[in-house]
């Protein structure tokens, strides 16, 4: 059983940044594979950002986010973050870490290969 909770969302303009964190209680956090979506009003909930566990090296991006966000993890702290830079309005959503054991990279930019949520943090990005 995982825990997660994000934090570090909020208010920003336009072109500015936001790194979000999530911490991961439970053990054997360096197994997981951590993904982050987000969801906008109206939308459904979609990929961002994803970076492998259990030894396994790699990240991947959305398209729309490639080259401005950067995934991380830090095992010894039990904890992922995502660096978001020159962002913009259509970043505005709640954003959510996600974690799952057996994840294969055909499949790590699907919610449903996740097993484990957190609460969501809300990004808004003011134009």
């Given at each position: 059983?995982?825990?997660?909770?994000?934090?570090?969302?909020?208010?920003?303009?336009?072109?500015?940044?936001?790194?979000?964190?999530?911490?991961?209680s439970g053990s054997s956090f360096n197994t997981y594979t951590m993904g982050w979506f987000r969801q906008a009003p109206g939308k459904e909930r979609e990929f961002v950002a994803v970076i492998m566990g259990s030894g396994r090296?790699?990240?991947?991006?959305?398209?729309?986010?490639?080259?401005?966000?950067?995934?991380?993890?830090?095992?010894?702290?039990?904890?992922?973050?995502?660096?978001?830079?020159?962002?913009k309005a259509e970043d505005t959503a709640i954003y959510y870490c996600a974690a799952g054991r057996r994840i294969i990279t055909s499949s790590r930019r699907l919610p449903s290969a996740y097993d484990y949520w957190g609460p969501?943090?809300?990004?808004?990005?003011?134009?």
């Open positions: 059983q995982v825990q997660l909770v994000e934090s570090g969302g909020g208010l920003v303009p336009d072109g500015g940044s936001l790194r979000l964190s999530c911490q991961a090296t790699g990240t991947a991006y959305a398209d729309s986010v490639n080259g401005r966000f950067t995934v991380s993890r830090d095992n010894a702290k039990n904890s992922v973050y995502l660096q978001m830079n020159s962002l969501g943090t809300q990004v808004t990005v003011s134009s």
